[in-house]
């Protein structure tokens, strides 16, 4: 009985110890991948916009694109999701950020997912953020000016826990600079009389960071591929987008909640466009 009780402590300390050197492995590998450090291209330089209604309209992309849904209306940060053993999702006080970066350290942030020290931002969307026009992007960072600065917002930071770590060490999840450099191109324009065009426009900068940049959708957080917008007529449509309500009267989780946050500002004419465009698309 003590030999085999001896061995039996032999074999879960042996375990233990694989499991020690596992978890530190996981551990060393994510932490590679998040402090990683990437080189930024050059971008254009910006103009940015003193007029009045072009530094409104960049609080229109804010909206639309999530910045206020994310880090707050005077963007001081959130507390965006908190799940056990994942992550705890923290939208930061960029308020406080925003005046130590230059206006083409804000556009590479957005557009390549790169901060001012080479590292990548965690889990911002510059995946969808990339596709603004050079005007539309010196719009939005106009806007951002605008923002003071509050140190009392959100102090903590991201924290990726033991499951997200096994998810980046495996490579199932890329960091954003990382997944940028496999895309294809961005959407930088339209055809302004063309509504369809309009509307790939407006849902590759609105709709991709859940829908995907190929928008087949993303089934971890139920989003569909966006073939089902052709099942739905003009009217419904509107409902989904204005009031987050889908055909047959139902709740459709996070859609809902972000159509009732951010689509809902969508103007009559970006809806159009966007319904257009999604009509467009072959697929059933």
């Known amino acids: 009985m003590k030999k085999f009780l001896k061995w039996t402590g032999f074999v879960v300390a042996a375990i233990g110890g694989v ?40 609080k229109h992309i804010a909206t639309l694109a999530g910045c206020t849904h994310c880090h707050g209306e005077t963007l001081t940060g959130t507390v965006v999701d908190d799940i056990p053993h994942l992550l705890r999702l923290v939208a930061p006080n960029i308020s406080k950020k925003l005046p130590d970066y230059s206006d083409a350290q804000i556009a590479t942030v957005l557009r390549q997912g790169v901060k001012p020290d080479g590292t990548s931002v965690v889990f911002m969307p510059s995946e969808m953020f990339r596709h603004l026009s050079d005007r539309d992007l010196s719009r939005l960072i106009a806007w951002l000016r605008t923002v003071p600065a509050d140190p009392e917002g959100i102090e903590e930071k991201t924290e990726v826990r033991l499951l997200g770590r096994l998810i980046l060490a495996k490579g199932d999840v890329k960091v954003t600079a990382s997944n940028i450099e496999s895309l294809p191109p961005a959407v930088h ?9 309009h509307g790939q426009y407006l849902v590759m900068n609105f709709c991709s960071e859940c829908h995907g940049q190929n928008l087949e959708g993303f089934a971890p957080i139920n989003a569909p591929a966006l073939t089902v917008a052709k099942a739905y007529s003009p009217e419904q449509f509107s409902r989904l987008m204005r009031e987050g309500i889908a055909i047959g009267d139902r709740n459709v989780g996070m859609m809902s909640a972000t159509a009732k946050v951010r689509f809902t500002h969508l103007r009559d004419d970006e809806l159009q466009a966007v319904y257009a465009f999604l009509q467009s698309r072959s697929g059933a």
């Open 19 to 58: 499991a020690l050197i596992g978890i530190a492995y996981v551990y060393f590998a994510s932490e590679r991948e998040l402090a990683r450090h990437y080189t930024a291209a050059a971008l254009p330089a910006l103009t940015l916009p003193t007029e009045a209604a072009e530094i409104v309209e960049g």
């Open 189 to 197: 324009t339209f055809d302004a009389g063309n509504a369809a065009s």
